[in-house]
Structure formats: structure tokens, C-alpha cells
């Protein structure tokens, strides 16, 4: 019931925001900790930003650390990824996940028991 939005098409340098909705209300998010994953065009699928449930603590990847943000408001039920300074390699489809898992796991895939369908993120360069 996780529907992410946002991605989009934009030049090398550029900024977009994605969003996660709970749409379907299957669980109750702020039980859950968020994050988002990315799959590029013939690659496996990669672990990008998660935060805790309560929103007090975030996990990056090395590679966007410092030019993404994650972020959540629970009263809406939604998860937010504030993509600054895109680079071509960010390139992908970006997925948001829920898991009960504790934040250093969370960069697991298998620890995830909810998906998103995937929002398409393409910079140019």
C-alpha cells in the first residue's frame, strides 16, 4: 500500500523530492522504520536512506551523504527524500520500504516487509 512519487527527469546539478505514501492504510506506519532503495538500468537493487520511526535518527549511504535527505511526517503518513546536487550514476527507480528493524539492519533488503511500486528518477548530463 506504499505508493512513491516524484521522480522525474532532470539535469546533472538538479534537485527533486521524492514522497512515500501509506495509501492503503495496511499498517501503521509510525511503527515502522522507512527508507528508500534504487535500481539502476542492470543493476542490483541498492540500498539508498532509512530513518527510525519516531524520525529521530537517519542512515545514508556513502554516496549520497551530504546531497540527500531523508525525512518523515507521520501525522500524513509519509516519507520524503530531498535529492540535492544529482548526479547522472543517481539514475534509477527509487523504492520506499517499511521494516520494524533496528536501525544498523536497515540497510538490509530482506529486513523489508513492505514495498512501494517505484518512482523513476533520470539526470542528464
Known amino acids: 500500500q506504499l505508493q512513491a512519487f516524484g521522480g522525474g527527469l532532470v539535469q546533472a546539478g538538479g534537485s527533486l523530492r521524492l514522497s512515500c505514501v501509506d495509501s492503503?492504510?495496511?499498517?501503521?506506519?509510525?511503527?515502522?522504520?522507512m527508507a528508500w532503495f534504487r535500481q539502476a538500468p542492470g543493476k542490483d537493487r541498492e540500498f539508498v536512506s532509512a530513518i527510525r520511526s519516531n524520525g529521530d535518527r537517519t542512515y545514508y549511504t556513502d554516496s549520497v551523504k551530504g546531497r540527500f535527505t531523508i525525512s518523515r511526517d507521520n501525522a500524513k503518513n509519509t516519507v520524503y527524500l530531498q535529492m540535492n546536487s544529482l548526479k547522472p550514476e543517481d539514475t534509477a527507480v527509487y523504492y520506499c520500504?517499511?521494516?520494524?528493524?533496528?536501525?544498523?539492519?536497515?540497510?538490509?533488503?530482506?529486513?523489508?516487509?513492505?514495498w512501494g511500486q517505484g518512482t523513476e528518477v533520470t539526470v542528464s548530463s
Open positions: 520500504a517499511a521494516s520494524q528493524a533496528i536501525l544498523s539492519a536497515m540497510s538490509t533488503e530482506s529486513m523489508y516487509k513492505y
Open positions: 492503503g492504510r495496511a499498517f501503521n506506519t509510525y511503527d515502522y522504520g
